[in-house]
Nanobody
């Protein structure tokens, strides 16, 4: 059983920063991603990082968000800078036991999910 636990969410003013963390029981070496779900919208892929450390981002967050992972500590991170009100959402980490992250923006591509952490931007 794979467990993913997010932390680091909270309230921040526009222009501020937050760092989300996701502690993973296993599979941190493989494809991992961050998604977000805002009220009235579909779950959206934010960023992904594959087994080689290659990262991809949604256009809406490029240049502002950075995804990284510590394979020793089994932690996935999302550094979020220059936050905007439209970034407000519940953020989820996801993992899948595959090396590359083809089709990463589709939630159906990931088999394991955390419970989410709320990010509020005012």
């Amino acid at each position: 059983h794979v467990q993913l636990v997010e932390s680091g969410g909270g309230s921040v003013q526009a222009g501020g920063s937050l760092r989300l963390s996701c502690t993973v029981s296993k599979y941190s070496r493989y494809c991992m991603a961050w998604f977000r779900h805002a009220p009235g919208k579909e779950r959206e892929g934010v960023a992904t990082i594959d087994g080689n450390g290659f990262a991809e981002y949604a256009d809406s967050v490029k240049g502002r968000f950075t995804i990284s992972k510590d394979n020793i500590k089994n932690i996935l991170y999302l550094q979020m800078n220059s936050l905007k009100p439209e970034d407000a959402a519940v953020y989820y980490c996801a993992a899948d036991r595959r090396w590359r992250c083809a089709g990463w923006s589709r939630p159906s591509q990931f088999g394991h999910w955390g419970q989410g952490t709320q990010v509020t931007v005012s």
